[in-house]
């Protein structure tokens, strides 16, 4: 939706943002589930969890959004639409009627100024981004990936799932939109053209939904 104008230069890219991997945690098999799934982000993904002291004793594992990866969550039509523009490892998790599009890290505060420049003001309707400081459900490892039995570790963590699950070690970040990659540049997708999709879908969405609920003449 970009206009006929002369485009001004994309937002410029935020600081670096390097990070060092924690250490690694040892698995105990007498853990719970929920235990289990917190050990297995930290240790095989190096992704920071919500302490369980403030998520509660009961509560699906959360990972800490900021740090390693950013978040766009749109509706899951938007979503699918949006799939093409990802890179084959490219992790993407669905709860409910919603998808959550892991992006690199940083790309919340980038979002305002890029829906600026493709002309599409403030963020559509329907598409929420999640940064520094926020927090997402942890859907469950991929079956395999911990000694516990599936069912368990579903149990525990609710709804949210993996459609296309996080690789080992930092194959996860590397795989992540970014708006460093724009015009193909580097081996990362492009998040001005993921964004861009988006964006368009979840508009043609509230219009639909919109024509919907018109009341009959």
Do not use: K
């Not at 920071?48 to 009961?58: I, L, M, N, Q, S």
């Not at 559509?124 to 570790?153: C, K, S, Y």
């Not at 492009?190 to 879908?201: I, Q």
């Amino acid at each position: 939706m970009v206009g006929s104008h002369s485009p001004v230069p994309l937002p410029a890219l935020s600081g670096d943002r390097t990070t060092v991997p924690r250490p690694r945690r040892p698995l105990d098999p007498a853990e719970a589930p929920g235990d289990h799934v917190r050990r297995w982000y930290e240790n095989e993904l190096g992704w920071p969890t919500v302490p369980a002291d403030r998520a509660g004793p009961t509560a699906p594992v959360r990972l800490r959004v900021g740090e390693r990866f950013d978040v766009l969550d749109v509706p899951a039509e938007a979503g699918r639409a949006g799939l093409r523009h990802l890179a084959p490892g490219s992790p993407v998790a669905v709860r409910g009627d919603r998808m959550r599009l892991l992006v690199a890290a940083g790309s919340a505060e980038e979002l305002p100024g890029l829906l600026e420049w493709l002309e599409w003001g403030g963020l559509p309707p329907g598409l929420t981004v999640i940064g520094e400081g926020g927090a997402m459900d942890a859907p469950a490892p991929p079956e395999g990936a911990l000694r516990v039995p599936p069912n368990r570790t579903r149990a525990s963590q609710g709804a949210a799932v993996w459609l296309r699950p996080p690789g080992p070690g930092g194959e996860a970040e590397a795989s992540l939109p970014t708006l460093s990659a724009v015009g193909g540049v580097g081996g990362a997708p492009d998040l001005v053209r993921l964004v861009n999709t988006l964006a368009t879908w979840c508009h043609r969405l509230r219009l639909r939904h919109a024509y919907v609920r018109q009341p009959a003449r």
